[in-house]
């Protein structure tokens, strides 16, 4: 078998694994090692291998993630969320599906100081849940809103998935995070768009409740200023080139810190709980980060990649229908994997053969760049598409009056917005890189 072959069959393996629930760091190393052996030998691999996870773990960049993650730990239980859900509430509340849209800009909110898609619908979950219940808003709406919701964590940066993106594909994570940014408020206006024709189309599915006068609602906003004293300092200092994303990390993870103490009346019990969390978290990230390392080691002495983008280039297809074809297998993927398997498992192959296709004659930063975002889009899409749908699960085990398959209706209004939403971004490249070619 020649290089290119033995790639393809070990490729073919690894999903295997992936399909039998082999996590997903244990399928990639014991791939990668069995590929690079199928080709090398053991000689070439234990020579990488004595200097591999040195090489990944000293990466200053990395640093970023655990405090990303803290950060996002301290504000699911600093009582950040619940602040915010009361003051849009407050104000958009008293519309036809005005609850369900402040759950919605609270997500986006919340997103901005968590990170983590999981983590924002889980809080928000807890926050949101029984006022919609209380008011009468649907099960499948108020599942299918707090689930899509969710997703913005992963969108608005920072987003630990967009790290991990820019970890691999070498590119600048500030100018990721600012490219990030037009796109999840896009998102959030799109998923609060489908509410609003939703309860068009079903009145009973979202009623209002009382309007506040302009004295509760305004008394209602100081819950929202911490969130916002720390997205100004965090994103303002990324931004405005006061401090590196670690830097940002650090003094939003110490500023979190303090309201969860403060505002939230955390003690040591769930500082502890807190440091656990993000140790776990932590500790599997770059555990998959290693075997994504071994495997890209692999496909590299392969060629495999290479073969792709060659195939690809003769095919005589043009770059749309590239374009298109992975973000649609994305989806698919969506259906059966978790966001961080995705991006490390696709983006060693798939990001060639973007990098060596002409898009609107954009250069290979920019083409980086917008490909990352319109990747991360695609698998945040995943959290919400059955059969995994890891946000659906979580709040629907909070909501357990609320079926499984009510829930996955719930989420088909948020799915079009979000492939309304893809098909612009692709269209016009602008909307993800003004930010980044004005700023930088």
Avoid at 112 to 127: E, H, L, R
Wanted: contains cysteine; glycine residues 10%; hydrophobic residues 55%.
């Amino acid at each position: 078998m020649t290089s290119v072959q033995i790639g393809g069959l070990f490729l073919a393996i690894l999903l295997v694994l992936l399909v039998i629930r082999i996590p997903i760091a244990i399928a990639m190393l014991l791939t990668g090692i069995g590929g690079y052996v199928a080709i090398s030998g053991w000689d070439p691999l234990l020579n990488y291998l004595k200097s591999v996870a040195y090489a990944r773990y000293t990466v200053y960049d990395l640093s970023v993630i655990p405090l990303f993650l803290l950060m996002g730990q301290f504000a699911s239980r600093g009582g950040l969320a619940s602040g915010l859900f009361r003051a849009s509430a407050a104000m958009i509340g008293h519309w036809r599906g005005g609850l369900a849209m402040s759950a919605v800009g609270s997500c986006a909110a919340f997103g901005a100081v968590c990170g983590s898609s999981i983590a924002t619908a889980a809080t928000m979950g807890q926050v949101a849940l029984p006022e919609l219940k209380r008011y009468n808003y649907s099960g499948s709406l108020a599942v299918g809103c707090l689930a899509a919701g969710g997703t913005l964590g992963i969108l608005i940066p920072p987003s630990v998935v967009l790290v991990i993106y820019a970890i691999l594909a070498q590119e600048n994570i500030s100018a990721l995070f600012m490219a990030a940014f037009i796109p999840g408020i896009l998102a959030a206006i799109g998923y609060m768009i489908a509410i609003a024709i939703y309860v068009r189309l079903n009145p009973e599915a979202g009623p209002a409740q009382p309007r506040l006068n302009w004295r509760e609602r305004l008394a209602a906003q100081k819950g929202v200023w911490p969130v916002f004293l720390i997205f100004i300092v965090v994103l303002g200092g990324i931004y405005g080139g006061y401090f590196t994303p670690t830097e940002a990390a650090a003094i939003g993870t110490v500023g979190t810190g303090f309201f969860a103490v403060v505002l939230g009346g955390m003690r040591l019990r769930e500082f502890k709980e807190v440091l656990y969390g993000t140790a776990v978290t932590t500790a599997m990230i770059f555990m998959i980060l290693l075997g994504a390392d071994v495997m890209n080691a692999f496909l590299a002495i392969s060629q495999l990649p290479v073969a792709l983008v060659e195939m690809i280039t003769n095919s005589g297809l043009g770059p749309f229908v590239v374009l298109a074809g992975i973000l649609l297998l994305y989806l698919f993927l969506g259906c059966v994997m978790d966001t961080m398997s995705m991006i490390l498992l696709t983006i060693p192959i798939f990001f060639p053969i973007i990098m060596g296709l002409d898009f609107y004659g954009l250069d290979q930063t920019e083409k980086a760049i917008w490909f990352g975002i319109l990747a991360l889009m695609v698998v945040e899409i995943g959290m919400i598409t059955p059969p995994v749908g890891m946000n659906v699960y979580v709040i629907s085990s909070m909501a357990r009056d609320v079926t499984l398959r009510d829930a996955f209706r719930g989420v088909v209004p948020f799915l079009i917005s979000d492939v309304v939403r893809v098909v612009i971004l692709v269209l016009f490249p602008s909307i993800t890189l003004c930010l980044v070619r004005w700023l930088t």
